[in-house]
């Protein structure tokens, strides 16, 4: 069974940075593409970046694009994700999800497995 485990998560203040990882255990991480989502009180399940699992290509929403990085590393089963210039906007928690192809996806239905999940709070 394949698991995830995210962790970086914490309080900081706007325009700090955070960087989450992801730790994925139970299956071969490099058939994966891999993807971050988030879900702020009352709000959906919303996409955030995902990668390919080559690594060679990433993909933003529009909300985060320039300030958060996507990065994976598949000796350590891992992914990243590098959070600059936070806003209060960023509130969630966010989520780390697999998909067994090489493609990323926006919707959340197209991914086999997911975390946990980890708390991020901006304060203004």
């Known amino acids: 069974q394949v698991q995830l485990v995210e962790s970086g998560g914490g309080l900081v203040q706007a325009g700090d940075s955070l960087r989450l990882s992801c730790a994925v255990s139970?299956?071969?991480?490099?058939?994966?593409?891999m993807a971050w989502f988030r879900q702020a009180p009352g709000k959906e399940r919303e996409f955030v970046a995902g990668i390919r699992r080559s690594g060679g290509n990433t993909a933003y929403a529009d909300s985060v694009k320039g300030r958060f990085t996507i990065s994976r590393d598949n000796a350590k089963n891992t992914v990243y994700l590098q959070m600059d210039n936070l806003n209060p906007e960023d509130t969630a928690v966010y989520y780390c999800a697999a998909r067994l192809s090489s493609t990323v996806l926006a919707g959340t239905f197209h991914y086999n497995y997911w975390g946990q999940g980890t708390q991020v709070t901006v304060s203004s």
């Open positions: 139970g299956g071969t991480f490099s058939n994966y593409a």
